[in-house]
């Protein structure tokens, strides 16, 4: 769902999708990594332009609870 996207990539947990969140994906960019990691909006495996386009189309949105 949304929701549960919205909260995979509030990286550091504050509620909003904001510059901290942003940082930890592109630290990643491009690096495979586990099912369910946070900031891997697609379930793909991998951080890419897909996840970080999610994070800048939301940016600055709060997460749902």
Known sequence: SAAMVANLTDDNGDGVIDLGDLNALLA???????PCTPRDTNGDGVLDLTDLNYILANFGADCPE
């Open 28 to 34: 990643a960019f491009g690096q495979p990594v586990s």
